[in-house]
Each structure stands twice: as structure tokens, then as C-alpha cells.
């Protein structure tokens, strides 16, 4: 398939951006590595720079992941909130490396933990972004069984998105994990319903139907290609995958 062109030329005001937390770890596994943030506040500087109003929720893998720890023997509960709390730590380094590069930044969440970052809310929210800020939400949905990829889904209806754009590995969505498939193929453009017909994993399911409900398109894109977040929303290119309704 090919990209529909217009829609990719059409003018942004105002993006979502889900960034990988065990990306930050830059294949340690563990941790925060500053290069790696570096990068995220270089792509981010590319758009915002344009005028183009930026919220940003980012994962905590690098540092806990709840449904992980639920299969070491930690409570589910329990540990949801303790991969809440990771995604606050490196949404606090990501503000700080923002305001290093002059950008300012506030970090919300759906969880309160005073005094680190305020409480989230809709209209809190818009009103940094319409304020210049760049608004980094943690604290996922701030309630247990909820991915971060669910998290970027809601902010992005609650904060009224034109598009979300999931930072992956991967330069978009394939019929296979491009990693492990050498024949796998890639989608240019998809509906929600072709690939929830083809049990395609791009975010979960929650997420998935949120942005689909919302008329909200996903953008699935190589967050490691430099100058790649600029060359989507500002100059139109096709890059990555575009997943919208039919």
C-alpha cells in the first residue's frame, strides 16, 4: 500500500509522542543513558522549534515493568504502580534534559507526587501546551492493569491529538517481527481494521480501540533515525507506518 500523501502533508498542531523507556537504557537493559535521552530531546527540539504544540509519554521499561514483576512474584497491583512511578523518573530526566536545550517543560501525572510534578488534567494539560510548553505526562493512567501504550492513547484523545506517534526499534509495522522474519513485510499505510483483522501488534488492544473510537491516527516510526520525527510531521515524508480509520 501507499501513503496517502494529503494526509500526511496536512498541517500538525498538536502531537502525541509514546517513546520507549527500555530504549533509554540503550541496550543495557538497565537505566538511563544521556546519549539516548540527548537524541529524544534533538527530535523533539526539531518539531517544537516549528511551532508544533508537543505532548510526550514516555515507558518505564528501563527501570521496572509491572506485568514483569507480576511473574517474579511481585504483587500486580504492587507492581504497576512501582513501573508508575519508573515512567516518573525518566519523564523528570527527559524535563531536565529539555531544559538544558532550552525548551521548557513540565512533567504531569496521573498519579500525584508532590512536589516532583503536578497532578494531570485535561484542561491543565492544554493549557501548557498552548502555553509553549512541551507537557510530559507520567504516571500511565495513574491505575494498575494499564500499559503506557493505553496511557499515550488516552492523553492523546484527552488532550485532543492530531495524531500519535509511537517511537519503536522498528522503521513501522510489518506482517511479521521484521527482526526475526527476514521475508516479513512492510505496511506503508493500514486501517484499524485490517489489522486488528490480521492481529497486528501495534499497541494493545485498549490503546488500539481508544485511538481508533477517537479518529485518532497512529504513526508507528523508527525513533532512532535521526531527523526522522521532523522529516513526518514537518516535511510530510513517508515514513513509517500510518494506521488510521478506513
Do not use: W
Request: net charge neutral; aromatic share 8%; hydrophobic share 40%.
Amino acid at each position: 500500500m501507499n501513503f496517502n500523501k494529503t494526509f500526511f502533508m496536512t498541517s500538525y498542531k498538536r502531537i502525541l509522542l509514546k517513546l520507549s523507556g527500555e530504549s533509554l537504557a540503550a541496550g543495557t537493559g538497565h537505566g538511563i543513558d544521556a546519549s539516548v535521552l540527548d537524541k529524544y530531546v534533538v527530535e523533539i527540539k526539531s518539531v517544537y522549534e516549528k511551532g508544533i504544540e508537543v505532548g510526550v509519554v514516555l515507558g518505564g521499561g528501563n527501570i521496572f515493568r509491572g506485568v514483569s514483576g507480576s511473574q517474579k512474584g511481585f504483587d500486580r497491583v504492587q507492581g504497576d504502580y512501582m513501573g508508575m512511578l519508573a515512567t516518573i523518573i525518566n519523564s523528570l530526566a527527559l524535563q531536565s534534559a529539555l531544559e538544558n536545550a532550552g525548551i521548557k517543560s513540565v512533567v504531569l501525572s496521573g498519579i500525584a507526587v508532590d512536589p516532583l510534578c503536578e497532578r494531570v488534567s485535561r484542561r491543565k494539560a492544554i493549557q501548557y501546551l498552548e502555553q509553549g510548553y512541551v507537557v510530559i505526562i507520567s504516571g500511565g493512567t495513574g491505575n494498575p492493569f494499564f500499559t503506557t501504550d493505553s496511557a499515550a492513547a488516552l492523553r492523546a484523545v484527552e488532550i485532543k491529538a492530531d495524531v500519535l506517534l509511537k517511537g519503536t526499534r522498528v522503521d513501522g509495522v510489518y506482517t511479521a517481527d521484521p527482526e526475526k522474519d527476514p521475508h516479513a513485510t512492510k505496511f506503508s499505510e493500514i486501517s484499524f481494521d485490517m489489522a486488528y483483522e490480521k492481529n497486528l501488534k501495534i499497541m494493545d488492544l485498549t490503546a488500539f480501540t481508544l485511538c481508533m473510537e477517537n479518529n485518532i491516527p497512529i504513526i508507528v516510526f523508527d525513533v532512532n533515525r535521526e531527523g526522522n520525527l521532523k522529516e513526518i510531521i514537518i516535511e510530510g515524508k513517508p515514513n513509517g507506518t500510518l494506521v488510521k480509520n478506513s
